[in-house]
C-alpha cells in the first residue's frame, strides 16, 4: 500500500508543478487551476496516509470501528 501512496504523492507533486509553471493566462486556465488543487489535494492526502497511524485517523473520520 505504501507503493501507491508514494505514486499518489509523485502525481500530486507532478501535477502541483505543472499547475505552478503554466504562466500564461488563456482559455486553459481552469485546466490549470484544476491541476493545480488536484495537485494539492494528492500531496496532502499521500501524506496523510503515509503517517503512522492513519489507519485510525481514517477509520476515525469514517467513524469505522
Do not use: Q, T
Not at 485546466?31 to 477509520?59: C, R
Amino acid at each position: 500500500m505504501g507503493f501507491w501512496y508514494l505514486l499518489l504523492l509523485l502525481i500530486g507533486i507532478i501535477l502541483f508543478s505543472i499547475g505552478i509553471m503554466k504562466k500564461g493566462v488563456s482559455a486553459a486556465v481552469k485546466a490549470v487551476i484544476l491541476l493545480f488543487v488536484i495537485g494539492i489535494l494528492f500531496i496532502v492526502v499521500s501524506i496523510v496516509l503515509l503517517m503512522p497511524g492513519s489507519s485510525d485517523i481514517i477509520a476515525e473520520l469514517l467513524k469505522m470501528e
